[in-house]
């Protein structure tokens, strides 16, 4: 499988995003969080999907520690956990998860600056100004996508995937840097008295819009977290579709097949 020494930089910078966790399952019950922790697997594991699959299969049925990434505190953590027996409809670990650049992904999301009132942002999918982050949306019919990639912006994705999906059912996830992460679910509907779709909000990214650092929040942790920002450049654009993007299909075909786009439904 090749060592350490063979994992590029770049591979050495990935892990698997944990996006939906099985309640009272391994990794729930080991305190691991959606959105903000990232397994991290040896090294040998990071570049293929069949070597992961095969790591995690080794696995089964044992008292393990695991190593994870936490966007939360900018660091490496262990837990330990008791997994599921190989078979099970839990998964082993009890997660769903995603390939992808742990050290990006504090800056590849979207902040939400403002919303407009009665607009689709605030009745369908409730977003707080300041405290709301964008990370990732999907349809019934396609895997996650992320707005962590390298070759994309979030906003170049978000515009992107909404513009192809006009009328669809979506999930957006959402974390709440008091909350922590949420799921909503809703139809992406054209906006009263207009004939095309908007979000009706102002977002930003970049390093005074990352994601925020302090400590962990969720089911188990109602502990707020303590916002970091430094001087570098943000921008700021209202998401909307407007209908005139003739390469979106394209486009939306890229973002899919990007490299990152390796997802297990559950582990």
């Given at each position: 499988m090749g060592s350490s020494e063979?994992?590029?930089?770049?591979?050495?910078?990935?892990?698997?995003?944990?996006y939906n966790l099985v309640k009272d399952g391994p990794l729930y019950n080991g305190g691991?969080?959606?959105?903000?922790?990232?397994?991290?697997?040896?090294?040998e594991f990071l570049s293929h999907k069949n070597s992961f699959n095969e790591w995690v299969l080794s696995l089964a049925n044992k008292t393990i520690t695991l190593k994870?990434?936490?966007?939360?505190?900018?660091?490496?953590?262990?837990?330990?956990?008791?997994?599921?027996?190989?078979?099970?409809?839990?998964?082993?670990?009890?997660?769903?998860?995603?390939?992808?650049?742990?050290?990006?992904?504090?800056?590849?999301?979207?902040?939400?600056?403002?919303v407009k009132d009665d607009s689709f942002s605030e009745k369908k999918l409730g977003l707080i100004p300041d405290d709301d982050y964008i990370i990732a949306v999907k349809n019934k019919n396609t895997p996650i996508i992320?707005?962590?990639?390298?070759?994309?912006?979030?906003?170049e994705i978000l515009n992107t995937v909404i513009s192809n999906n006009d009328g669809n059912e979506m999930m957006f996830y959402i974390y709440?840097?008091?909350?922590?992460f949420r799921l909503v679910e809703t139809k992406l509907e054209k906006n009263e008295n207009?004939?095309?779709?908007?979000?009706?909000?102002?977002?930003?990214?970049?390093?005074?819009?990352?994601?925020?650092?302090?400590?962990?929040?969720?089911?188990?942790?109602?502990?707020?977290?303590?916002?970091?920002e430094n001087n570098q450049n943000e921008n700021n654009e209202i998401i909307s579709n407007n209908g005139n993007d003739?390469?979106?299909?394209?486009?939306?075909?890229?973002?899919n097949e990007s490299k990152e786009e390796i997802e297990e439904d559950i582990i």
């Open positions: 063979d994992i590029s930089k770049t591979q050495s910078q990935y892990g698997f995003r944990i691991a969080k959606e959105i903000s922790d990232f397994i991290i697997p040896p090294p994870l990434y936490s966007l939360l505190s900018r660091n490496y953590k262990y837990i330990e956990i008791k997994t599921n027996p190989q078979g099970s409809k839990e998964g082993i670990l009890g997660a769903a998860v995603k390939y992808e650049n742990y050290l990006n992904a504090d800056k590849n999301l979207l902040h939400i600056i403002a992320s707005l962590n990639k390298e070759q994309f912006n979030p906003i709440n840097k008091k909350k922590g207009e004939n095309k779709f908007t979000l009706g909000c102002d977002v930003a990214y970049g390093a005074l819009h990352e994601f925020p650092m302090g400590e962990e929040v969720g089911d188990n942790n109602n502990n707020q977290i303590i916002k970091e003739m390469n979106r299909e394209n486009k939306i075909k890229e973002i």
